[in-house]
């Protein structure tokens, strides 16, 4: 379980160009949770993933890993780490090692394991993101391509067995066969491990379909915490901030909009055709 | 951390100073640099001081965001400071177990920090008040004669105008790989400088492709919005000297009378 | 000369990347036809590796072809000559946003290549300014392009083209590493420029940003698949299935409902177009009721 408490973090305190990145945040994640943020570029996302894996220290606040609090002085850097993965956004331009398989076993290694632990995490976690372990393990990861680099490197987080794994944007600039690869991996590793996995995404279809907690995240606040169904439900709120539901939802609100009785606004394709059907076949 | 950096930055402004032709203020600034070195007593140093003061008050900067930005450097005035007060040999007038201040020493440490101090303020006023490209503009035309004998000065300044347009690019860039790096439980802080220079490796390796990457996208970049060297370019901005310069010319060549009469 | 009514022709173009390593290597572009009419709005679409990149760098003439003809305002591209001319009428903006800034300043960045052509300070000052204000960052001129958002950064991009007065602007995958609201921001202005005259040649991968084009052209594996209107290649949603393109989601959901046997016209592709057979079917309803 993850248990954030009013933390709050500024950048440049004191300064003239001060800012607030994220003010009083507090929510919980259950353990075995697919969790979704959202919140446009800037909203303050990107600091509250940093956070939550001590990349940053809030200037008040704490924030709860299991029974652990990460955020006290002096805690054990690495046990963090370990206990949460994070995935940066374009992660395969952290590619350094000379082959695929050295690559993914930088992080166990830093965990100080033994070479035969990571040896088998290495193989583990290239199979989890799909790749045969024999076949990738001793290329270069500079000559694969975009999609499989990016596997190689959501590997070399999962390898650390990361209690809660962090994705920011993981499908960011794939083309949409990847993408939908890559978010089927995602989903696989989630059933496979029973961790928790947070996604964050500007794809609302994404987050919709595969998420049970959404947070969304507005100017360095928590404004909505709830299921898919709940959050999207406040559709109006979503457009005020500049994001939205689903396309599909939105679709279906525009039509209620302009007078067409719609009932039930679902937030995927078959739903939304579904509505739409009852109201033509009457 | 990175965002506080500020020497090399430029200040918003449009004082007498920020309003100079970009020539006058590069030719002030080595000016003043050199009178620094020919400046020899107390006087000398005092009037050089006031002249900079001056300058500053002329510029509106706020002292404070002066200060900021040479605080990385002030480690290596005192360095240079302690390290002239122990070795100049003379009359003792005080003693430190081995070590011994003299009165030269005293002298030539205070004389070097002094100028050091000034010469970098000095020169972080030429950045805080002309804009990169003005800078680089400027550097481009007064070296430009120099290229009848080869030097390629539009290359030099289009290099310079490049390296400071992708120098917050790059940092940036350090920044998001060495956190993702530490996300997988890397450490740059602890251990011996031979473990903390391999250490480095997972951050050179992607920031050198990195750079790559850029260097190619940019060049292509460049390429497609006709680029092609210096040749029948114009420009946008053309420098123009007014009766500003004049004044600051003036100014200059009376404060550099002055130390080279009075100063030595 | 006089103007060509199509400002992009192609006749068997091909492209084949030199590598050392041959398997690797093969056509990027493999005999491709095809023209662009001049002051149309193009959508080319193809999933990464499929070519369309190299076909972007070819109409720019910043590659050449190794086989074929490819002409732009009638200049052939394979003649060095003309180089200038071609990367003038053709514009480009590129995919990554931090990467074709050149300078620290905004506007200075934008006269970046008037000044390349040799034009006088007066007058390139008036390019840019109108350029600023057509993208609608005209505020930002005097900022430094790494303090603005990607969104903005690409709109800056545009403005560097548009103030070459081009004829035509090629888009390479310009939103493909934005978020959803600097997306629309880009779109909106592709689109403003449309309407204006320019010619566009948006290159993607979002479906959904094609359906809005004149013309697609559908690339895959270094060749043309499709090509047509939106609703003429839209309505193949099995054919851009099997080569793993998404389908717009008007289209998706007109194919359920066409399943339960409600009569929806194949040429519905835009949301808009579905919510107006919607409007109507349901008016009519009341109607007789």
């Keep these: ?282 | 951390m990175i965002r506080d950096i500020t020497l090399g930055q430029y200040y918003q402004g449009t004082s007498l100073i920020h309003r100079l032709d970009p020539r006058t203020k590069i030719i002030a600034t080595i000016l003043y640099i050199i009178v620094l070195f020919i400046a020899q007593n107390a006087f000398g140093l005092a009037i050089s001081t006031l002249a900079l003061i001056a300058v500053i008050a002329l510029s509106k900067v706020p002292l404070g965001f002066i200060l900021r930005g040479v605080k990385p450097i002030f480690i290596i005035i005192v360095f240079t400071f302690v390290l002239n007060l122990f070795m100049i040999p003379g009359e003792a007038i005080a003693v430190l177990g081995p070590l011994t201040i003299t009165r030269e020493s005293l002298r030539t440490a205070s004389f070097l920090a002094g100028r050091l101090v000034l010469l970098i303020f000095g020169a972080s006023l030429l950045t805080l008040t002309t804009k990169p490209i003005g800078l680089t503009d400027g550097i481009e035309k007064l070296i430009s004669p120099l290229r009848r004998i080869g030097v390629p000065a539009h290359e030099i300044a289009m290099m310079m105008t490049i390296a400071l347009r992708f120098i917050p690019t790059l940092l940036e860039e350090t920044d998001k790989i060495m956190k993702a790096q530490q996300a997988r439980g890397a450490d740059f802080e602890t251990g011996s400088l031979v473990k903390r220079a391999k250490n480095l490796i997972p951050i050179l390796v992607p920031l050198f492709i990195s750079s790559f990457r850029i260097a190619q996208d940019l060049a292509m970049a460049m390429e497609a919005r006709c680029y092609r060297g210096g040749e029948g370019r114009t420009r946008m901005n053309s420098m123009q000297m007014t009766r500003l310069d004049l004044a600051g010319f003036a100014f200059q060549a009376a404060f550099a009378a002055i130390i080279i009469i009075f100063g030595r | 000369m006089p103007k060509e009514s199509d400002i992009i022709r192609a006749d068997e173009l091909t492209f084949e990347y030199i590598t050392d390593e041959s398997a690797a290597g093969g056509k990027a572009i493999d005999s491709v036809s095809f023209t662009v009419k001049r002051g149309s709005f193009t959508a080319i679409i193809g999933r990464n590796g499929s070519g369309k990149s190299t076909l972007a760098k070819n109409m720019n003439a910043l590659l050449f072809p190794t086989g074929g003809k490819l002409w732009v305002d009638g200049y052939d591209t394979s003649n060095e000559e003309y180089l200038w001319d071609i990367r003038r009428c053709a514009a480009m903006v590129f995919q990554n946003p931090d990467n074709q800034l050149v300078s620290t300043i905004v506007e200075d960045d934008v006269a970046f290549g008037p000044e390349n052509l040799g034009i006088t300070p007066g007058k390139i000052r008036d390019r840019v300014d109108e350029a600023l204000k057509d993208v609608g960052m005209y505020e930002f001129r005097k900022k430094a392009p790494h303090l603005l958002s990607g969104g903005q950064k690409q709109r800056i991009a545009i403005a560097g083209a548009m103030a070459m007065h081009p004829d035509c602007i090629i888009m390479d995958e310009p939103t493909a590493m934005l978020d959803p609201k600097g997306r629309s921001a880009v779109l909106n202005i592709a689109h403003k420029l449309h309407r204006r005259g320019m010619t566009i040649v948006l290159i993607t991968h979002f479906m959904e940003e094609a359906a809005t084009a004149d013309d697609v052209i559908i690339m895959d594996g270094g060749h043309i698949v499709m090509k047509g209107t939106p609703e003429e290649v839209f309505s193949r949603a099995d054919e851009l299935r099997a080569i793993n393109l998404d389908i717009p989601i008007a289209v998706r959901l007109a194919e359920h409902i066409r399943a339960a046997g409600i009569d929806l016209p194949k040429s519905i592709v835009t949301e808009d177009e579905l919510a107006d057979f919607i409007l109507k079917r349901t008016e009519t309803h009341d109607k007789g009721q």
């Design chain 1, 1 to 282: 379980m993850i248990k954030v408490s009013n933390i709050t973090h500024v950048y440049s305190k004191g300064l003239p160009d001060e800012s607030v990145a994220l003010d009083d945040v507090s929510f919980t994640i259950e353990d075995g949770s697919f969790t979704g943020i959202i919140g446009h570029t800037g909203s303050g996302k990107s600091t509250l993933l940093q956070h939550l894996n001590g990349l940053l220290k809030p200037d008040s606040g704490h924030i709860f890993v299991g029974d652990t609090d990460i955020t006290e002085k002096g805690s054990n850097l690495l046990e963090i780490r370990r206990k949460v993965g994070l995935v940066f956004q374009y992660p395969e331009y952290q590619l350094f090692e000379e082959t695929v398989a050295m690559d993914v076993a930088f992080g166990p290694k830093n965990l100080g394991l033994s070479d035969e632990e990571v040896r088998a995490r290495t193989v583990e976690a290239l199979e989890l993101v799909g790749l045969d372990a024999e076949e990738f393990g001793g290329k270069s990861p500079f000559e694969l391509s975009g999609g499989q680099k990016r596997r190689v490197a959501i590997a070399g987080v999962v390898a650390m067995r990361p209690e809660v794994l962090i994705l920011d944007e993981p499908t960011a600039g794939l083309d949409p066969k990847t993408h939908k690869d890559v978010l089927g991996m995602i989903n696989d590793i989630h059933e496979k491990q029973h961790n928790i996995t947070i996604l964050v995404s500007h794809n609302m279809s994404d987050v919709a379909a595969m998420c049970d907690h959404v947070l969304v995240i507005n100017k360095g606040k928590l404004v909505m915490d709830g299921t898919p169904e709940e959050v999207f439900g406040r559709a109006d709120e979503l457009n005020e901030m500049g994001l939205s539901a689903p396309p599909a939802a939105e679709f279906l609100r525009r039509l209620k909009a302009s007078g067409v009785p719609i009932g039930r606004i679902p937030l995927d394709v078959a739903g939304a055709a579904d509505e739409i059907i009852k109201v033509l076949g009457r």
